[in-house]
């Protein structure tokens, strides 16, 4: 199909980045599992961690369905949408688990990144996935924000959650050993 040819670079380049920081997001995690953990860090693992390694792996996945030789943009725009449909319902879970959570108080720039930018993102992949038969070229630079969207969210909720384990983490830490 000649309009997801134009794509290609796009996707090869984004999927890249959302792999090769799926791994970096391990490594990570291997890093500061030495700490001792706090009692309430499975909840805000759910809350914090785990949306991040999904939208990574939604943006992975999107890149390479759209990489896949389609003969028309319905059945990749029906794909696209069950994934947005499951983008918006996952962010309405993650806002319910941040307000359950207690090892962490979320602040307005958590709440943006964590609940109400994924979900504009998913919403956004949901809308293109309509406007695909009758506004493809469109529908293609929805989704090619999405995904953009999706990635930038990730690097940020990852560079927050090193951060906060690095420094706010650490002063605690090393506060109690005094």
């Known amino acids: 199909m000649a309009e997801l040819a134009e794509w290609d670079s796009f996707y090869v380049i984004v999927g890249s980045a959302a792999g090769a920081l799926i791994g970096l997001q391990f490594v990570v995690l291997t890093l500061i599992a030495e ?8 909840e805000a693992g759910a809350a914090f961690a ?12 999107l890149s390479a369905a759209l990489r896949a030789p389609w003969h028309t943009i319905t059945g990749i725009a ?3 949408g069950l994934g947005a449909l499951a983008g918006v319902a996952y ?9 359950m959570q207690a090892a962490y108080q979320p602040g307005f720039e958590d709440w943006l990144f964590h ?4 979900m504009a993102a998913y919403a956004t992949l949901a809308v293109s996935a309509l406007a695909a038969p ?10 090619g924000t999405a995904a953009l969207l999706l990635l930038f969210i990730g690097i940020h909720n990852a560079w927050d959650a090193v951060a906060y384990h690095v420094l706010a983490n650490k002063r605690t830490t090393d506060t109690d050993r005094r």
């Open 35 to 42: 700490r001792p953990p706090a009692k309430q860090a499975p």
């Open 134 to 143: 009758a506004h493809t070229r469109g529908a293609l630079f929805g989704v």
């Open 115 to 118: 609940a109400m930018l994924p």
């Open 50 to 61: 785990t949306p991040t390694i999904v939208h990574f792996s939604a943006v992975l996945l």
């Open 78 to 80: 029906a794909l696209w």
């Open 91 to 99: 962010a309405v879970v993650v806002a319910r688990r941040m307000r």
